[in-house]
């Protein structure tokens, strides 16, 4: 956390984290930062014209006095979303230079499979003297585990989080060596995962949660009951041994 | 989420997440319940006259209308801190069952390694006709990533995390199938993870925060410079390789 090299005549960038969905959920210094900052940066996936850490935020942003700066990214290329951030985090950083501070929006935590990481990267290493806040947020784990009543671990458990990517081999072994195994964004690979639990045992031991603490909240207990309708970008599966 | 066996004539159990340390990491939810209940429930260890958790949510109460009831419990025995738990979530329920909300505050969030869930299942064992609400709360975990400015992971990497119980060997399978590590309450086995590390061939991957977010806060890169003095209940170890 070396501020030593910072430029004062610059704006700061805030990484804000404004939770999982209910507008509630937004911690008392994103609110006030949010309210506070001419600029505002929301990301929004390229296959849909809305940004969800937007539709959380809205409520806390003043449009009329307030810039709102809009960024699509690809959420099937990694290397592809690099880019794109590369490019917003350029345009970002001459607004930053001319003194004027930005808060970039994410759902959940912006340190937890956050795009604002690749931002981050960016001016860290091409803009390094300037000023950077991270605004911790709820995660959507946390929220799922609330709304599902379970909780994650306990005293001497442990936690493994695992993205959408991942086979029965690596489930295998998450379930060998943790007690709870939180499989991320399960949209598109939610009926191999539903089969691999099956066939390692687990049958019934599954608990998918979609957009937790929203109005589209969905608390799923019985998986055979999901259908395509049901799967979202926004969801998880936890599973307790 | 059955929601059918509650009784509409009890109060409500509000099981609350006041993040990490700062006061501005509340949610505007859990202030706003904390502002309205009648009765706050606060853990401490045993070992501290101090809860952390009241210490946070301090601002948000009026100790002149709101009743403050304090449960101590043993930090390093599970089953008698089981028992303590039992106990307490009686005395909650007495008063739920005369009609008054209860709110239990937790540092952190109530469903990542929180006494609360020993109070919850007591409750949801003895007295399931009793409505619990939990409000999610930002993480130890997300504060201490955002204030040492490291992505906890990114688009398809995975996240572990262990309790303050593990060995080398638990370290070692973690490190094999994980990007990122994190090592809650390190303060006692702190020494033997900085050995564990460097036999790892991980000396200088490990980030150490304590009481992040807080005027207490400590980010250290080089593990070396730790005293005792600076070891903490309220720690973790952040391990990227």
Redesign the interface.
Known sequence: ?STEAVNPNYGCLY?I?V??G????????A??VLASVPIICAPHADTSRDSYALSIARRFIDTERQELLRFGFPTDD?EA?SRVWETAAESLAERLMERQDVAFITEG??????T???V??SI?TNHPDIA?E??????SV??A???????????????????A?YGID?LR??IA??DTIVLMKVNRVLLDALANLESLGLAGKGIYVRRA?TESEQ?VQDLHQLTEEDLDYFSLLIIKR
Chains 1, 2 share one sequence.
Not at 134 to 139: A, L, Q, T, Y
Not at 145 to 162: F, W
């Open positions: 956390m990484g984290g939770g999982p209910d507008p509630e959920l937004v911690t008392i210094k609110q006030r990694a979303a935590d912006p340190m937890l499979f956050s604002f990481s690749y981050l990267e860290r950077v991270i605004i911790p947020g709820v995660s946390m929220a585990a609330a709304r599902a009543s379970l909780p994650l671990v306990t005293h001497g458990q442990r936690l493994a989080i695992l993205p990517v690596d072994e998450a060596n943790y603490t608390v």
